[in-house]
């Protein structure tokens, strides 16, 4: 019987990475967690920020925010749930895989598209984190297959996007009494629906987990140098 393991759909879209270190992903999940893991909370507050407003507007209009139309005849919306209820387990290697989509958009043919607000300047392709998002809301798609949501009929990106340039900083209206507001403009980014690859990342992942020892570095790693280094100088 395999050792049970649990990975959140972000984190197996990490080993869809073209620079995916095996090493690192095997200390990761061996590791009772990890030293120097500092997230700006701000992205997190703006992504959440940009859910209530779309689900605010749904409730208010019964119809989607203008900027959604290009993803076709919506409905209406479901609130995605926790990861503890997204989230299933894979019968070939037994990973359980869950996650919680930003929104679950419902179409006019009662089909879903899942989004993922990801806030930062839009580059179509040229995002270098593109394969880690598209493998992320691949897992969401297989998960929402078997938790409630069939059919799962497309995947999208919304780059949320801050405004800075002169003309938004000259406008009096941005302004306030009590500080500044910024504006975002936003961008649909289609992601092929690709379910299957799910599965190979899922095996990949069993495979190096299960390794008694970690994976060697890879080649040319300068952050391994620094660390051995590191591990020199302190006498470890
Ligand atoms: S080689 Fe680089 S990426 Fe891999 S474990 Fe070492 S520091 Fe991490």
Not at 33 to 53: M, T, V
Not at 117 to 137: G, V
Request: net charge neutral; glycine share 8%.
């Amino acid at each position: 019987m395999p050792k049970p393991i649990r990975i959140s759909a972000k984190n197996l879209g990490a080993v869809a990475m073209p620079g995916f270190c095996p090493r690192c992903f095997w200390i990761q999940m061996h590791a009772e967690g990890l030293p120097y893991q500092i997230f700006p909370g701000i992205f997190s507050s703006i992504d959440a920020y940009g859910k209530r407003l779309v689900h605010g507007w749904f409730d208010r209009h019964q119809s989607a925010p203008p900027w959604l139309a290009g993803l076709g005849d919506i409905k209406g919306y479901r609130s995605p749930p926790h990861h503890t209820k997204f989230s299933i387990v894979d019968r070939e290697t037994g990973i359980v895989l869950r996650g919680t989509p930003d929104g679950i958009l419902v179409m006019r043919n009662d089909s879903h598209v899942i989004i993922d607000y990801k806030t930062a300047k839009f580059t179509a392709h040229q995002d270098e984190l593109f394969p880690m998002y598209e493998a992320q809301l691949n897992a969401y798609a297989v998960i929402g297959e078997q938790c409630g949501f069939s059919p799962v009929s497309a995947l999208a990106l919304v780059y949320t996007e801050p405004v800075t340039d002169d003309a938004a900083a000259a406008k009096d209206g941005n302004l306030t009494d009590g500080g500044f507001m910024m504006e975002f403009s936003t961008h649909i980014l289609p992601v092929d629906l690709m379910p299957k690859t799910i599965s190979k990342l899922l095996a990949k992942v069993r495979e190096i987990y299960d390794r008694k020892r970690p994976p060697k570095s890879r080649e040319g790693c300068k952050d391994c140098f620094l660390l051995k280094n590191l591990a020199e100088v302190a006498g470890g």
